[in-house]
């Protein structure tokens, strides 16, 4: 067992910090959280193996990333680390991101160093369909096998500029427009669900030859994963709702650099919003509204929501930063500080392993020696599944 005593504990679920509080992890597991004073030393006295003393510290869970291309847009690399778009064909829902991760790019430590302990790999935004996204923790194994939460979390797509940019204007085939982006991913869920029936009615006699493409797109078609949908621009987000709708699909709006400007119409929808990222410049017209004022927008009115840095985009390791800016643009401190944890928890579906402090949880847990919104504040120690691992 590993306690951790006399801290300061954020757990999340509650507003309020423990005051002189402690946490004892048990294996991979929170085990217990409580005060000090509640603590029965003598009983655990002798399973106790390491003792972490948090006098003065801040205790807060890992942060999350809920979308990046950590390993998979390796840093300091040109075309050689670049495993994150397959632009030999628009659909590619068969790539999985798990199998392009390098475990060993330096933005690994960087990141868990800055307190994050789990993310979100995704392909890029080339494909209309890039492939499959999976969620992996930062630490403790550079073995890619060995990090995985869930390699199997969601299906990326992409909507807008890019997929016009990069098979359109590039290589002078579809999608040439909007129309197009949305017409081939129609196509491909159609093509699914009839791929699908086939199976169903499949017989000894009347066997389905396997499509590895829309065996990719299964998950997403029987609502059993979510499909993310990279939108900046208002109509982008529309589309990506209007198909949602149309195909009965669990979504995510990746993005959502305009949501202020359809705010109840995503409210609406049911959708949750990963917003970002925003701490760059305005690098082409589809974000030339961004601002961090978003998020407020959207949790003001009810929406889930969460902040990403779309790494390398921003480094992860300044997912700090990026909240206290939205906490700057009028967004509450704790509401900002769920946006990183509890919140990007609850949008990649895995609320009850991540995103705070609670008994039962994974014991990724981080100290600080100051709130981590000052920019001048350090992650002295960092726990992932139990582990010192920093």
Same mark, same amino acid.
């Given at each position: 067992m590993l306690l951790i005593k006399n801290a300061t504990i954020n757990t999340i679920e509650d507003k309020e910090p423990i005051n002189d509080g402690y946490i004892l992890l048990k294996e991979n597991k929170i085990f217990q959280v409580g005060k000090m004073s509640d603590f029965d030393l003598k009983s655990y006295e002798k399973k106790v193996s390491h003792t972490i003393d948090a006098l003065g510290k801040q205790v807060y869970p890992g942060f999350i990333d809920a979308h990046t291309h950590l390993g998979i847009a390796n840093v300091g690399l040109r075309w050689e680390g670049a495993d994150y778009n397959e632009i030999s064909d628009p659909v590619t829902p068969q790539m999985r991101t798990v199998d392009g991760i390098y475990g060993f790019d330096d933005s690994f430590r960087d990141t868990m160093i800055g307190g994050v302990t789990t993310v979100v790999v995704c392909p890029g935004s080339a494909n209309v369909v890039g492939g499959v996204v999976c969620a992996i923790k930062t630490g403790g194994s550079n073995i890619v096998d060995e990090m995985i939460v869930?390699?199997?979390l969601a299906m990326k797509c992409a !909507?807008?500029?890019? #997929?016009?940019?990069? !098979?359109? @204007?590039? @290589?002078k085939k579809a999608p040439f427009t909007r129309m197009?982006? +949305?017409? =081939?991913?129609?196509? %491909?869920?159609i093509k699914t669900k009839e791929y699908d029936n086939k199976l169903k009615n499949a017989t000894k006699d009347k066997p389905v030859d396997i499509n590895i493409k829309?065996? +990719?797109? =299964? #998950?997403v078609v029987r609502r059993e994963i979510p499909i &993310? %949908? &990279?939108? &900046?621009?208002?109509d982008d987000i529309c589309t990506a709702i209007r198909i949602g709708k149309e195909f009965d699909l669990r979504l995510v709006l990746v993005h959502a650099t305009e949501a202020s400007l359809v705010a109840q119409h995503i409210k609406s929808s049911g959708y949750p919003a990963i917003i970002g990222p925003t701490m760059t410049h305005k690098s082409k017209p589809e974000v030339k509204n961004k601002g961090f004022g978003t998020l407020k927008s959207l949790l003001d009115i009810g929406v889930l929501a969460c902040c990403t840095t779309d790494h390398p985009v921003i480094p992860l390791q300044h997912i700090n930063i990026c909240a206290a800016l939205t906490s700057q643009a009028g967004l509450d401190k704790y509401q900002a500080l769920k946006a990183i944890t509890i919140y990007a928890a609850e949008i990649i579906g895995l609320q009850d392993r991540l995103g705070s402090i609670k008994v039962g949880k994974d014991a990724d847990l981080v100290l600080w020696d100051g709130h981590p919104f000052d920019a001048t504040a350090k992650a002295t120690n960092v726990i992932i599944n139990g582990k010192v691992v920093y």
């Open positions: 869930d390699a199997n !909507f807008g500029e890019n #997929p016009k940019n990069v !098979f359109g @204007q590039s @290589q197009a982006t +949305a017409s =081939l991913l129609r196509e %491909i869920l829309y065996e +990719a797109m =299964l #998950p &993310h %949908i &990279h939108c &900046h621009r208002a």
